[in-house]
């Protein structure tokens, strides 16, 4: 929860370590190995008929979970619709369904995105903002960092008139474990540009997402 993690940019897990990160990587049977691993510290025998096909499953959990190290967020954004005839109110998808996973515990952050922009010139297309959610879900996370990623790339990448994001999810590390919370539900939010600076703006941003049984007040 370092405030400077905020910010972005400065530990965006894409770009320049990729390389470092690949030569790193581990292969096939070392990442079966160390379930196994895990499954004796649980206190079980990996060689349990049950239990012999869980390493190779784990290891192809981990490929869907972690699909995001091989996005582009950037890259994802970059083909934008420049005929937007004037338009120049609120674009929002809201209730965009993610699993992310913490980065302290390695378990789900089950939640929602709204995302919305400003255009200025600029416009994508709308399951792009679905995708760079995922871009930055499917990794290891802290909610404060994904939700300030996503409104970050968008503001670079369209620099829009502004930006406002917002998500609330639950943890398991919270609710299954630890101080077991069950059904508390986390909101970070990050505005930029006119969602941060003009209120009304920023009103009629969280009315969007609350319409219609979305947003924070909704289960
Ligand atoms: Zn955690």
Redesign the pocket.
Known sequence: MNPTQLAGKSDDPSAPQDEAREAARPNRDEVLAAVRTLIRWAGDDPAREGLLGTPDRVARSYEQYFQGYALDPVAILQRTFEEVDGYDEIVLLRDIRFVSH????I?P?IGRAHVGYLPDKRVVGISKLARIVDAYARRLQIQEKMTAQIANTIEDVLQPQGVGVVIEAT????TTRGVHKPGAMMVTSRMLGRFRSDPRTRREFLSLIRAQGGGPDHS
């Not at 913490?102 to 515990?105: V, Y």
């Not at 943890?171 to 919270?174: R, Y």
């Open positions: 913490c980065e302290h515990h378990m952050i943890h398991q590390c919270m």
